[in-house]
């Protein structure tokens, strides 16, 4: 079954620091997301992407955070200074359509990047 | 905007007993509803999802679900855990393109 590979597994970085995380989606796959979750808490939509440009974020994603598709295969999230407060599991997304009526068939998750700040 | 609450942050059952978790979401159109779970050390999982028909829907490993429109409710059944089922358990909904998550119920299962 095809899979989202997200890498590193884990990442230990100093604050201030600036951090990629890398995923590769499925192949056939048109749009891309990132998820995190803080240890403990839930799971928070970060960024949508699709067609080459951010199609929403929240409110977390602001100017330290962004997202590239460099090559047509890679999905990274940049965290341009990291803070302590950015530890956290970061998930990537991808899925097939938007289409309504199959809902999230093709929304498949990635094993998570654990980053961790000191 | 979607919303996603759960009422059970933690649970304890011992093996064989009947296993119901609360999931109510808010959202003002048309909604697929989700139930994740993560075991620990590993990704998050689709364990089953509604988007339409049967509002019983029956997902992996012995897990169903029953969306009921009036009560704005996913919850979740199994009516008998094994120790294997020791896991965070999450519900999400998706309105519009993104998927909204609830805070996640951790299940403990005494062997």
């Known amino acids: 079954e095809p899979e989202v590979t997200q890498t590193p597994s884990h990442q230990v970085t100093q604050m201030g620091q600036e951090v990629i995380l890398r995923c590769v989606p499925i192949s056939n796959h048109l749009y891309f997301y990132w998820y995190r979750q803080i240890l403990g808490q839930k799971v928070e939509f970060l960024v949508s992407?699709?067609?080459?440009?951010?199609?929403?974020k929240s409110e977390i994603f602001d100017d330290q955070f962004s997202v590239e598709r460099p090559d047509g295969s890679n999905f990274t999230l940049k965290i341009r200074s990291t803070k302590l407060e950015d530890s956290a599991m970061y998930f990537c997304?991808?899925?097939?359509?938007?289409?309504?009526?199959?809902?999230?068939?093709?929304?498949?998750f990635g094993s998570g990047t654990r980053l961790t700040v000191v | 905007a979607q919303s996603v609450s759960q009422h059970n942050h933690h649970v304890i059952l011992s093996e064989a007993a009947s296993l119901e978790l609360g999931c109510n979401y808010s959202y003002g159109g048309t909604v697929n509803l989700f139930w994740y779970v993560q075991y620990p050390g590993q990704h998050l999982q689709l364990l089953l999802k509604?988007?339409?028909?049967?509002?019983l829907v029956k997902g992996i490993k012995g897990f169903e679900a029953e969306f009921i429109k009036s009560k704005f409710s996913f919850n979740l059944r199994k009516p008998s855990v094994q120790w294997s089922d020791t896991a965070e358990y999450f519900c999400a909904v998706k309105g519009d393109d993104k998927i909204i998550f609830g805070k996640g119920t951790r299940l403990h299962i005494l062997p």
């Open positions: 992407f699709y067609n080459n440009e951010i199609s929403e």
């Open positions: 509604y988007f339409s028909g049967d509002p």
């Open positions: 997304a991808s899925r097939s359509t938007l289409d309504q009526g199959q809902g999230a068939k093709g929304y498949t």
